[in-house]
């Protein structure tokens, strides 16, 4: 028998329930009962959703074994107590490093007694809108029987279910049983070779992460560069680096067919680039296309929902305080979508943002204090969404980055300028003797000097990257940033090489 089934519940009314317990539905309902509301979540997988037991925790506790065995090579004093440098990561005990971090796939570990800490009430089974602020959960115990109960919110109802991975329609592909992002992130083998198709975070992730334990790596990418999402510098640094390693990187290269061999275990993959085709045998391949946001089956229909868009699987429109738009109820504003679900950034971070700025309209408009008119960057606006969402892509090297590139900053008419700077230091070189010249950019707007974008790539970039986050959250122009004056001797000089850059 699960636990928390619905016939745990002692009363059937909140003031807010939350459909999906990943970081935006925890945030969103430990705020609010912090302020004195009543919250539940309704969960029908694991509570705390994928981040801790399929994405973010288990991709990076992959990741580090073979960052830490890299950084103790660079470092005199360290490699010297290498016992060859061919010593690699023992794939047995980083698969078992990364069960410690997911807690075995056992939520009632560490997840459950977090959202219980927080005074939320946890609810397991299948959450579905029956009408205005009404959930009817729905849970399967097994044997053919099912327990239900019809919920009702005084406030608000939260959509957070986050996004599920695309699986592109390719002849023969779901036949072949692929790999997606759980069965990578989760496996405790190690195929001979690995095709990966996608050439975005994951893809890169998972290479760097499988090459290090020693498979074979071959990826396939539609797009003419890897981590198309980032500045094109950065996808090519990152691409030289994983051939350097020995993977085989196959850009603008289409994926037609795939057959697996059952008796052999292989697969066969056909591609096409340039008009011509070619057969490769792989031992295992993964699909990393993309995400897409969960919005089926959760009732939107009931409420006026454009079944349209359900069908085709768009994300939940909302307002800037994540309000859902177009549904019909004559009630003040009750139905939020926070995370994922409403496709603005699908990233844990921004999930951990949005619950916040939920949270922040629901209490508000709990005591009649949600003001008149909303401005950017106030409590109850997601505005980060739209110019300072930050993302670090954990390959080797990383990619960190936030704001606009210069490409998405022309494409939205803006007249910038860039302004490119080694990210090698004195406490670069300190931290690794070997530490490889990174790369570090900056877009600004011209006229005004304003900082609208920031990229930098290389080794133990990614805690660089927080103080453009907040420069461009502040609109802070370059001359300003003189001023931020970066301690001696470490990596963060590396705004002194930026500000020299800029002449300023």
């Given amino acids: 028998m699960p636990t928390h089934p619905p016939s745990s519940l002692d009363k059937q009314v909140f003031d807010v329930i939350c459909l999906g317990s ?12 912090a302020s004195g509301l009543s919250a539940l979540i309704v969960e029908k997988e694991l509570i705390g959703g994928d981040c801790p037991f399929w994405a973010c925790i288990p991709s990076k506790a992959l990741l580090r074994p073979a960052e830490a065995l ?44 977090m959202v219980e800490s927080s005074g939320a009430h946890i609810v397991r089974g299948v959450g579905r809108i029956t009408g205005v602020k009404k959930v009817n959960v729905t849970l399967d115990i097994g044997g053919g029987k099912y327990e239900s109960i019809d919920l009702e919110a005084r406030q608000a109802v939260a959509i957070c279910t986050g996004s599920e991975p695309i699986m592109p329609d390719i002849p023969g592909l779901l036949d072949a049983k692929p790999w997606g992002p759980r069965e990578a992130t989760s496996s405790s083998v190690v195929p001979e070779s690995l095709f990966i198709i996608g050439g975005g975070v994951l893809s890169v992730e998972m290479a760097t992460v499988y090459q290090s334990l020693g498979s074979k790596v071959i990826l396939a990418s539609r797009t003419p560069e890897l981590l198309p999402s980032v500045d094109s510098q950065a996808g090519e640094i990152v691409r030289n680096k994983l051939e350097s390693r020995g993977a085989r990187i196959l850009t603008s290269t289409e994926v037609t ?14 591609l096409s680039a340039d008009g011509h085709s070619q057969n490769i045998s792989t031992s295992e391949i993964l699909v990393a296309t993309g995400r897409r946001p969960v919005v089926h089956h959760l009732g939107l229909e009931s409420i006026g929902y454009d079944p349209a868009l359900i069908e085709t699987k768009s994300p939940i429109m909302v307002d800037e305080s994540l309000v859902v738009k177009s549904i019909s109820s004559n009630s003040s504003p009750w139905l939020y979508a926070a995370g994922d679900v409403n496709g603005r950034a ?126 461009i959250v502040g609109a802070m122009r370059v001359e300003q940033l003189v001023h931020a004056i970066p301690c001696f001797p470490t990596m963060s000089e590396v705004y002194l090489n930026l500000v020299d850059a800029a002449g300023v």
């Fill in 22 to 33: 990943g970081w935006a539905g925890r945030v969103l309902a430990a705020r609010c009962v």
């Fill in 70 to 113: 890299d950084d103790a090579r660079q470092v005199g004093g360290a490699r010297e107590r290498l016992s060859s440098t061919s010593v690699s990561v023992d794939a047995e005990s980083v698969f078992r490093r990364r069960d410690l971090y997911t807690s075995g796939w056992d939520d009632t570990k560490v997840a459950v007694p």
């Fill in 257 to 270: 067919l795939v057959k697996r061999d059952h008796s052999s275990a292989s697969v066969t993959i056909t």
């Fill in 346 to 471: 699908l990233l844990t971070h921004t999930a951990k943002y949005h619950g916040r700025i939920a949270a922040n309209a629901i209490i508000a408009r709990a005591r009649n204090a949600f003001p008149s008119q909303s401005s950017a960057f106030d409590s109850f606006s997601a505005s980060a969404d739209r110019t300072a969402v930050p993302q670090v892509i954990f390959s080797d090297p990383v990619v960190a980055s936030v704001g606009l590139t210069r490409k998405v900053a022309e494409q939205k008419g803006r007249d910038v300028s860039t302004v490119t700077a080694p990210v090698r230091t004195p406490g670069a070189t300190l931290h690794a003797e070997g530490y490889e010249m990174g790369w570090a950019q900056w877009v600004l707007e011209k006229d005004t000097g304003v900082l609208l974008g920031a990229t930098f790539v290389g080794s133990e970039v990614s805690d660089l990257l927080h103080a453009s986050t907040v420069a």
